[in-house]
């Protein structure tokens, strides 16, 4: 796969340290933003040269996902035309994944936001996780569908599987699946604590991954999977269900 530069914000190590009123280690406004880094790609559907037929002699397009630049996801609208003068025939989705590191004096929070810019055209269980070192681990796991209709009226929904272990945590949800929804952001929050309290720890990686369904998949199906520093890893029930992307890694090199 090209690759494609990405930004990366990384503050080398905190300095300010907010004072607490009172212990607000899961309020996430008392955090503040210490490493950030962001991935942009493209779902295709082209029905003219990557087609083929089911057994019902229907035509099925085969999604191709890769990764943009910042540039080409900026410039896509919201019809199927590409911005670069590439023929497009079927279906186009953008999306956006960003993985961040907060910090809150002693206290450290990892995220993962996966924005579309287009609508999926699947709708169905999608998983989203964040990989971590194994000397860290998840103490509160907050993850929420945020979605709005063309109506104006916006929703939450906070109904999801977890799937977790001492390298990572992910979750399977539910998208919505109204053809009216105009913006979708799914995003998982971990609060960070010491795997041995008093040890000291250099770098901190947050790794972001997701998988989109690309066919209806069952939710018992969904879960089955495991994360870690790679990322996502499909087992070999729920492989062909899924769409493959490069996870995106948010580090911190600081003295916790």
């Not at 590409?82 to 990892?110: A, C, H, R, W």
């Not at 053809?179 to 952001?185: A, G, P």
């Not at 720890?201 to 972001?208: G, H, L, P, S, T």
């Amino acid at each position: 796969m090209k690759k494609i530069f990405i930004l990366v914000l990384l503050i080398i190590c905190p300095l300010l340290v907010r004072a607490q009123k009172y212990d607000v280690s899961y309020d996430e406004e008392n955090y503040r933003l210490v490493s950030v880094s962001e991935k942009y790609y493209k779902t295709i559907y082209n029905y003219n040269s990557l087609t083929k037929y089911n057994y019902s002699q229907e035509i099925v397009a085969l999604p191709v996902t890769i990764e943009i630049s910042k540039e080409e996801y900026d410039a896509a609208d919201e019809s199927n035309a590409s911005p670069f003068g590439v023929d497009v025939t079927g279906q186009t989705e953008y999306k956006k994944l960003t993985s961040s590191i907060l910090e809150n004096s002693s206290k450290y929070m990892y995220k993962a936001v996966l924005d579309w810019k287009k609508m999926p055209v699947v709708r169905s269980y999608d998983i989203l996780a964040i990989g971590f070192n194994q000397n860290v681990k998840a103490t509160n796991i907050i993850y929420n569908t945020h979605y709005c209709l063309n109506n104006g009226f916006c929703y939450d929904n906070s109904n999801y599987y977890v799937n977790k272990s001492s390298y990572g945590v992910g979750v399977s949800f539910k998208l919505p699946e109204s053809s009216d929804v105009n913006v979708l952001k799914n995003t998982l929050t971990l609060y960070m604590d010491k795997n041995v309290s008093g040890a000291t720890i250099k770098v901190q990686r947050a790794v972001a991954d997701y998988s989109h369904a690309i066919k209806s998949i069952s939710y018992n199906l969904s879960r089955s999977f495991s994360v870690n520093l790679n990322g996502i890893s499909l087992n070999s029930d729920s492989y062909s269900y899924y769409d493959e992307i490069s996870p995106v890694t948010a580090i911190l090199n600081c003295k916790w």
